[in-house]
Nanobody
């Protein structure tokens, strides 16, 4: 079992950057594919990015493609989400999730382990 713990959220102006981290305590993260999701007030949780177990294959939602980058450091049991060119509509609680499979997934129901989230607020 793995427990994801997010960090790195905060307040940033539009056009700025933030890097979120997700430390996976418990079993090594190299056994897991990982994903980032987000939930804005009054909206459903939505997919942001995913990375496979090895860290070599990634996928992104259309809304963040070209601006966000997901990466994985298995030696540090950590997954990152580099967010550039942030927009006010990126404001949300960002969640890290893990699944005990080789491939990532865009579907939240396919992740068994979730962090508590970190708030990202982008001001205009």
């Amino acid at each position: 079992q793995v427990q994801p713990v997010e960090s790195g959220g905060g307040l940033v102006q539009a056009g700025g950057s933030l890097r979120l981290s997700c430390a996976a305590s418990g079993r090594t993260s190299s056994n897991y594919a990982m994903g980032w999701f987000r939930q804005a007030p009054g909206k459903e949780r939505e997919f942001v990015a995913t990375i496979n177990r090895s860290g070599l294959t990634t996928d992104y939602s259309d809304s963040v493609k070209g601006r966000f980058t997901i990466s994985k450091d298995n030696a540090k049991n950590t997954v990152y989400l580099q967010m550039n060119s942030l927009k006010p509509e990126d404001t949300a609680v960002y969640y890290c999730a893990a699944r005990l499979f080789s491939g990532g997934s865009i579907y939240s129901r396919e992740y068994a382990y979730w962090g508590r989230g970190t708030q990202v607020t982008v001001s205009s």
